[in-house]
Nanobody
């Protein structure tokens, strides 16, 4: 069984920053890729950033240059976003993939507003 729990969301002013955390509870010791996705109201879920088991990272264009994704161990992942904008408002989800299986957390709300 795999459980992913996000934390660190909340209300942030434009221009601010935040760090989201993803904690994994699982009998699986390692995942191929782990990533962050987000879904704004009325929109489809979209990729923010992904990190592979060898540390290779990829970012959506909207996140490039102001985001960092890290994976200090097999059970923890972080996403730091700087210079937040109102359009970053969304529910942020962490995911983990092993083979053809993809697991999702319940999401954490991020609201960027003054």
């Amino acid at each position: 069984q795999v459980q992913l729990v996000e934390s660190g969301g909340g209300l942030v002013q434009p221009g601010g920053s935040l760090r989201l955390s993803c904690a994994v509870s699982s009998t699986i010791n390692s995942f191929n890729d782990m990533g962050w996705y987000r879904q704004a109201p009325g929109k489809q879920r979209e990729l923010v950033a992904v990190i592979s088991s060898d540390g290779t990272t990829n970012f959506a264009d909207s996140a490039k240059g102001r985001s960092t994704i890290s994976r200090p161990n097999a059970k923890t992942m972080y996403l730091q976003i700087l210079s937040l904008k109102p359009e970053d408002t969304a529910v942020y989800y962490c995911s983990a993939r092993r083979g053809f299986s993809v697991y999702w957390g319940q999401g954490t709300q991020v609201t960027v507003s003054s």
